[in-house]
Each structure stands twice: as C-alpha cells, then as structure tokens.
C-alpha cells in the first residue's frame, strides 16, 4: 500500500541546468498537484493535472516551469535553466477526486537545491 | 483574495502541557478545513479535516479542532502534548469550486520534557 512517491528527495542542480521532479501518485488516484513550500513559509499551489490533462496551472510561474502527467507513468515538473529562487521544497500530493470531497495524500518531497 | 492565517510563528510547551494552535480563514463561503502535520525533512501527514456537519472534529495523535464559523477560525487542541509532537503545523482551507488548497504559514511546535 504504497504512499504517494516523489524522487529524487534531494536533488542539487547547478544555476542554468534542468531540474525534473517525478511523482508516483497513490494507487487508483487520478488527480495530482504540485506545491511549492519557500524556506520558512507555507505551501503554494502550483498546478493541478489529472492524466494527459492540466486543469489548473494557476500557481505556475509564466516561464521555465512545466508539467505533465502522461497516460503511463508518473507525473514530471520540470524547471528550466533554474535559477537560486528555485531553491525550495517540492511537493506532490495526489487523491482519488477532487480535492474538496477527500483531502490531499502528501509525498515527502523533494528538495531542489541550486548551486 | 482568499487567506490563511496562523498567527503564532512557534510555540513552545512543556510535555503534559495543553496545546491549542490557532488558525483563522478570510473567505466567508463554506470552506473545508484542515490541519497537517510535517516533521523535519518530511512530507505533510494529514492530522484531521472539517466538511460539514458537527463542528468539533477528532484527528489522529488525540488531535482535535473546533470550527467556529462567527469567528473564522479553526483552532486545533490537544489536551496532553508528548514529546514526539514536536513539529510544524500547517492550517489549510478549499472551497468546493476550487481545486487547490490555500496554506497557512505554519506553526512550530517545540516540546520541553
């Protein structure tokens, strides 16, 4: 009964370079998101996809970032020529429906460090 | 725009000691509540969560929380803090017609044997 899996966990990329984040979401969930949480701050909502389909990319930054999560395999968010304000800790949540009927099951994160 | 606030940034206790934890939304339509645990270099676990229904709600960990729609608030309690309770606590609130969870910007919790 595997949780929601999120590799790498720590992951250090060099200011320019390209970061991929991957997510494995709960069996039988079809729905995922992706949060950002800053150092010493809440999470922030990035983007909401369900399979082959972006519902809700309202969080994301306008340029670098990117996600997808195709029919096969897990979900990707993938940042461009990171830069030192990429620095924080990613995490995927994923859930059976929409988030208001069950709530959210959180990965452990991964935490992007640019160097 | 919609908000969540946890007005106290760390909170510091004595283990025995009671705990309540305050957290305080600012859209007025009904919300759905909840409460998340993260310790360090961890994900977040989700500790309880409001709908509808009675207004007191039981969580894991002997957690609570009372929603109090005249005050906007969601206060999370613990009669009998331990030791291993010591993390951050994370408030946040959905709306049906939305798909995403707003975050407070947590509370941490230190515990003093």
């Known amino acids: 009964n595997a949780g929601v899996m999120q590799n790498p966990r720590h992951l250090v990329r060099r200011r320019g370079q390209e970061a991929r984040l991957r997510c494995s979401p709960m069996?039988?969930?079809?729905?995922v998101y992706w949060y950002r949480q800053l150092p010493e701050e809440g999470l922030k909502f990035m983007v909401y996809?369900?399979?082959?389909?972006?519902?809700?990319e309202s969080g994301m930054p306008k340029e670098r970032f990117s996600a997808e999560f195709p029919k096969e395999g897990p979900s990707i968010l993938r940042i461009q020529q990171v830069v030192r304000g990429d620095s924080a800790a990613y995490f995927c949540?994923?859930?059976?429906?929409?988030?208001?009927?069950?709530?959210?099951?959180f990965g452990s994160g991964t935490r992007l460090t640019v160097v | 725009a919609q908000s969540v606030t946890q007005p106290d940034i760390h909170i510091t206790v004595s283990e025995g000691a009671s705990l309540e934890l305050r957290c305080n939304y600012s859209?007025?339509?009904?919300?759905?509540l909840f409460w998340y645990v993260q310790s360090p270099g961890q994900g977040l676990q989700l500790l309880l969560k409001?709908?509808?229904?009675?207004?007191l709600v039981q969580g894991i960990k002997g957690f609570e929380a009372e929603f109090k729609r005249s005050q906007s608030s969601f206060n999370l309690r613990k009669p009998s803090v331990h030791w291993s309770d010591a993390a951050e606590y994370f408030c946040?609130?959905?709306?049906?017609?939305?798909?995403?969870?707003?975050f407070g910007t947590g509370t941490r919790l230190q515990v003093f044997p």
């Open positions: 949540a994923s859930s059976p429906s929409r988030q208001g009927d069950y709530g959210y099951t």
């Open positions: 069996k039988g969930h079809s729905h």
């Open positions: 996809l369900q399979k082959e389909n972006i519902i809700d």
């Open positions: 859209y007025g339509a009904t919300p759905y």
């Open positions: 409001y709908f509808s229904g009675d207004t």
């Open positions: 946040a609130v959905g709306y049906y017609n939305t798909d995403k969870l707003i």
